[in-house]
């Protein structure tokens, strides 16, 4: 249990939400939403409703599941046992520490725009991507405390440009450069699939307040509100952004745009506006890595507990940090990330990076379904059936409809991960067993 030093509260709470949730992707997005037209809003209401809908979930079971940590992990194992808990865990953290490189990478991406040799010096870059990784696995290793103070000013600093584009852009707002319903040349209902897939991938991070759950004051209160709250802030930045960039720039720019918000800071204040909004994609990807490098070290931990971990992972540092997992989080993402040094490996990597949502999306399934299990173990589903079997019927259609949309490739090699940790769950009942 966390000492009452090594807790935090609502602000810092939502700020972890808020910071994973909203990274460097939502910099890029709106250009490859343009290329679609004006149906790309539908597809940002389509998928944020999804989004709420499963946030209220998590926010539920927080209360139910009250002060244990894991998340996605405690709650699919509550309701569905050992075995899809085990398969939620390993998957959702195959996919943290894989994305962590990722996000190195990404910060790498943005700093090339102060620092353009950074797109030459491939040593140069891991070294600064790994640097970033271990920095961070240290903050989290100095406990959750700093961890979060880290979280707050980064929220702070990336919601900073995108809120100032979206007020100061709404005096520049022209409707003439507003794109099209459908700029492609699919259907409409083609169209609306494709862009509710590009922007299910801003919405991972919704659970991330229910997993550090035993640093958090009063987890019955705060994990629910910073949850919902967090999931609505992200939403009203990505929706009024797209709109506000839809505006602002012609559709052709817009589209053919690698860094839109830049290109929006410069129509506003110049190269000083570009440069502004740059800063803040790199703050962005900077928030991102602190706050899945501290879910990286959570897993193990909460698994270890219920021996589906090897029970070293159990163990915490005098700053209650769960050190073990943390440090071999860092080393796997830097496995990872020394894959760049290599070219002809970056569109695998890239494609690792992609079907490990995958493994974020299976949880989500699960805990929809797992709501409804876990209400009626705990005698409240008959009082509330409508409303509870309501909630779990659409999370868990829209979780289908996610994991679908994700595309017939990413499923099969996704699967395949998960599969991949069936020996190591073999293996801990086995131990389990013979220690009985």
């Given at each position: 249990?966390a000492?009452?030093?090594q807790?935090?509260g609502?602000?810092?709470t939502?700020?972890?939400?808020v910071?994973n949730?909203?990274g460097?992707?939502?910099?890029?997005l709106?250009a490859?939403?343009?290329?679609?037209?004006?149906?790309?809003?539908?597809?940002w209401?389509?998928?944020?409703?999804?989004?709420?809908?499963?946030?209220k979930?998590?926010?539920?079971?927080?209360?139910?599941?009250?002060?244990?940590?894991?998340?996605?992990?405690?709650?699919?194992?509550?309701?569905?046992?050992?075995?899809?808990?085990?398969?939620?865990?390993?998957?959702?953290?195959i996919?943290v520490?894989?994305?962590?490189?990722?996000?190195a990478?990404?910060?790498i991406g943005?700093l090339?725009?102060?620092?353009?040799?950074l797109?030459e010096?491939?040593l140069?870059?891991?070294f600064?991507?790994?640097?970033f990784?271990w920095?961070?696995?240290?903050i989290?290793?100095?406990?959750?405390?700093?961890s979060g103070?880290f979280?707050?000013v980064?929220?702070?600093?990336k919601l900073?440009?995108?809120?100032?584009i979206?007020?100061?852009?709404?005096?520049?707002?022209?409707?003439?450069?507003?794109?099209?319903?459908n700029?492609?040349?699919?259907?409409?209902?083609?169209?609306f699939?494709?862009?509710s897939?590009?922007?299910l991938f801003?919405?991972?991070?919704?659970?991330?307040a229910t997993?550090?759950?035993e640093?958090?004051?009063?987890?019955d209160?705060t994990i629910?509100k910073?949850?919902?709250?967090?999931?609505?802030?992200?939403t009203?930045v990505?929706?009024?952004?797209?709109v506000?960039?839809?505006?602002?720039?012609p559709?052709d720019?817009?589209?053919?745009?690698?860094?839109?918000?830049?290109e929006a800071g410069?129509v506003i204040a110049?190269?000083?506006?570009?440069y502004?909004?740059?800063g803040?994609?790199t703050?962005a990807?900077?928030g991102?890595?602190n706050g899945?490098?501290?879910?990286?070290g959570?897993?193990p931990?909460a698994?270890?507990r219920?021996?589906?971990?090897?029970?070293a992972f159990?163990?915490?540092?005098s700053k209650d940090?769960?050190y073990?997992?943390?440090?071999?989080?860092?080393?796997?993402?830097?496995?990872?990330?020394l894959?760049?040094?290599?070219?002809?490996?970056?569109?695998?990597?890239?494609?690792?990076?992609?079907?490990?949502?995958?493994?974020?999306?299976?949880?989500?399934?699960?805990?929809?379904?797992?709501?409804?299990?876990?209400?009626?173990?705990?005698?409240?589903?008959?009082?509330?059936n409508?409303?509870?079997g309501?909630?779990?019927?659409?999370?868990v259609?829209?979780?289908?409809w996610?994991?679908?949309?994700?595309?017939a490739e990413?499923?099969?090699?996704?699967?395949?991960?998960?599969i991949?940790g069936?020996?190591?769950?073999g293996w801990?009942?086995?131990?389990?067993g013979?220690?009985?």
């Amino acid at each position: 249990m966390a000492t009452a030093t090594q807790k935090i509260g609502l602000l810092t709470t939502t700020a972890f939400v808020v910071g994973n949730m909203i990274g460097s992707g939502i910099f890029v997005l709106p250009a490859t939403l343009a290329k679609y037209g004006s149906i790309s809003l539908l597809g940002w209401i389509f998928t944020a409703a999804g989004a709420i809908v499963l946030a209220k979930i998590f926010a539920n079971l927080s209360k139910l599941v009250s002060n244990q940590s894991g998340g996605p992990y405690v709650f699919a194992r509550a309701g569905f046992g050992d075995f899809i808990g085990f398969l939620v865990a390993w998957g959702y953290w195959i996919s943290v520490w894989v994305v962590n490189a990722g996000i190195a990478v990404a910060i790498i991406g943005a700093l090339s725009v102060f620092f353009p040799s950074l797109e030459e010096n491939a040593l140069l870059s891991v070294f600064i991507g790994l640097a970033f990784i271990w920095f961070f696995t240290w903050i989290n290793i100095r406990g959750v405390k700093l961890s979060g103070k880290f979280a707050v000013v980064t929220t702070a600093f990336k919601l900073l440009p995108l809120i100032l584009i979206i007020i100061v852009g709404a005096f520049y707002f022209d409707l003439d450069n507003f794109p099209a319903f459908n700029n492609s040349e699919a259907t409409d209902l083609d169209a609306f699939s494709a862009v509710s897939t590009l922007t299910l991938f801003a919405f991972l991070g919704i659970e991330t307040a229910t997993i550090p759950a035993e640093n958090i004051k009063h987890p019955d209160k705060t994990i629910s509100k910073a949850t919902l709250l967090g999931t609505v802030i992200a939403t009203l930045v990505y929706v009024l952004g797209t709109v506000i960039l839809f505006g602002l720039l012609p559709a052709d720019q817009l589209a053919d745009s690698p860094a839109p918000f830049a290109e929006a800071g410069a129509v506003i204040a110049g190269e000083t506006g570009a440069y502004f909004i740059a800063g803040g994609a790199t703050i962005a990807a900077i928030g991102a890595l602190n706050g899945w490098t501290l879910v990286v070290g959570q897993l193990p931990m909460a698994m270890a507990r219920d021996n589906m971990f090897p029970k070293a992972f159990v163990k915490k540092n005098s700053k209650d940090a769960p050190y073990l997992g943390l440090i071999l989080g860092g080393l796997l993402s830097s496995a990872i990330m020394l894959m760049n040094f290599s070219e002809s490996l970056v569109d695998q990597f890239e494609f690792i990076a992609l079907l490990t949502t995958l493994c974020c999306l299976v949880p989500y399934l699960f805990v929809a379904a797992a709501y409804v299990l876990i209400t009626r173990k705990k005698g409240l589903f008959a009082e509330k059936n409508i409303q509870i079997g309501t909630l779990a019927v659409l999370g868990v259609i829209y979780s289908v409809w996610a994991i679908y949309g994700s595309g017939a490739e990413t499923v099969f090699y996704g699967t395949f991960l998960l599969i991949a940790g069936l020996p190591v769950f073999g293996w801990m009942k086995y131990k389990q067993g013979k220690s009985v």
